[in-house]
């Protein structure tokens, strides 16, 4: 045995020696490739975003207070690049600021309530990425159908979350629990109870899933679910088949469904309640030009809630959701693409909405019948003769009339929105 030993020690001595040279010759080239790593993962491959935004918004309402104020800000954000194609980190800040908000026009949701600006960490997250499931923790983004950023303000909703996203085969998904959300006009975030409407001493967190399929170009399909403990549940789903007809003509055709009611102990209101809403759209579309015809309807027993994002109905307008309980909607609109006559980057739509039949859930007693024609001109400086310092520049006018009709009485609602838009990207700290 000991002559064995002596043997493999002699043997043994220098595979040892040279392993150990090899390591130590190694060391500098591992240090030198974890050093590269972490650059691409801080710099090369890192992008920071500075968004400037502009915002003016006034209402006029058939009665006092009107609502106007004019915001400026924006965000800034950095997102690191992929560390081993494994780890990323990101934040983003935010803010909006009064250039004029009289006191007395409160309620444009461009800033705070009292028209106050605001700073916030909207978002700032770790993602742990593993082939195409990527693993996101605390406060992002999401927009997953109903619980989604709803920008339409100085700054979108963000949510403090816990979420698995990526592709299984040609399905795409979302899976996660989403504690709280931060809505456009706040500073904190707050929790999902909270935000749905239920009283104070009420907390709770969501479960939320989805999954899509396909895309606008032939056929999409998409579904998704979300569930408040003892406060809300709701689910979606739709779908949105393009069939090619002849030339530059193609038809787009599409229904939605959603179903939503209160769960367990029915903290929100107190009462279990249930509802639900349900349209189809046809758009038609030749080169620039879109003509589209929507339907949605709303069941009686409640309104529809949208505490958590946009009401994605297909008759949301800038001003009213027309998903008032037993409402009935109609909506004719058209856009056109200026980039067909050699203008690239204007975009006009038009549309009106005809709802009626509204009703109060609790008495039964009818609501107004509301009629709105939205008009939307948008211009993003593309064009090749422009300079690239200038081609990130946005600038959208919106306009809404609003009729309310009741026992033959009629008020009217006029909102305009003027907004400006500039976003400059940086990928390793150089554009």
Request: net charge neutral; charged share 15%.
């Amino acid at each position: 045995m000991s002559a064995l030993w002596r043997v493999g020690s002699r043997w043994m001595t220098p595979v040892l020696g040279g392993v150990a040279g090899l390591a130590a010759l190694a060391q500098p080239a591992m240090a030198q490739d974890l050093g590269a790593d972490l650059k691409r993962f801080v710099h090369d491959d890192a992008v920071a975003t500075v968004h400037i935004r502009s915002y003016f918004l006034d209402r006029t309402n058939p009665q006092p207070p009107n609502n106007a104020a004019w915001a400026g800000g924006g965000w800034v954000g950095y997102e690191s690049g992929w560390l081993l194609n494994t780890l990323q980190i990101g934040a983003v800040g935010y803010t909006s600021q009064p250039l004029w908000a009289p006191p007395g026009t409160d309620g444009t949701l461009l800033l705070k309530t009292g028209q106050y600006g605001f700073f916030v960490l909207g978002q700032a997250y770790g993602s742990l990425k593993a082939g195409e499931q990527v693993f996101t923790g605390y406060r992002q983004l999401i927009d997953e159908l109903e619980v989604n950023p709803n920008d339409d303000r100085m700054v979108p909703n963000t949510f403090e979350a816990y979420a698995l996203r990526g592709k299984l085969g040609v399905v795409r998904y979302f899976a996660g629990y989403v504690a709280s959300m931060k809505p456009r006009d706040y500073s904190t975030f707050i929790n999902m109870a909270e935000r749905a409407g239920a009283p104070g001493d009420v907390t709770a967190g969501m479960w939320l899933g989805s999954v899509k399929y396909g895309s606008l170009d032939d056929l999409r399909l998409r579904a998704s679910a979300y569930y408040v403990p003892d406060i809300l549940t709701s689910s979606y789903g739709d779908v949105m088949w393009t069939i090619p007809m002849f030339d530059t003509v193609k038809l787009q055709v599409g229904s939605n469904v959603m179903v939503q009611g209160s769960n367990g102990l029915n903290l929100l209101t107190g009462n279990a309640f249930s509802t639900w809403s349900a349209g189809g759209r046809a758009d038609l579309v030749r080169g620039p030009v879109t003509l589209s015809a929507v339907y949605t309807q709303t069941g009686s027993a409640a309104a529809y809630r949208t505490p958590y994002g946009q009401w994605i109905g297909y008759t949301k307008q800038i001003t009213k959701d027309f998903d008032r309980a037993n409402e009935r909607a109609f909506q004719a609109g058209a856009a056109y693409d200026f980039a067909g006559v050699r203008l690239p980057g204007l975009f006009f739509t038009a549309s009106g909405t005809f709802g009626s039949g509204a009703i109060n859930p609790a008495t039964g007693a009818p609501l107004s019948d509301n009629t709105e024609y939205d008009l939307d001109l948008s211009y993003q400086f593309t064009a090749k003769t422009f300079p690239d310092w200038l081609k990130p520049l946005q600038l959208r006018a919106r306009a809404a009339y609003v009729d309310q009709t009741l026992n033959g009485a009629t008020t009217t609602i006029t909102e305009y929105r003027l907004i400006l838009n500039y976003e400059l990207k940086f990928k390793g700290f150089s554009r």
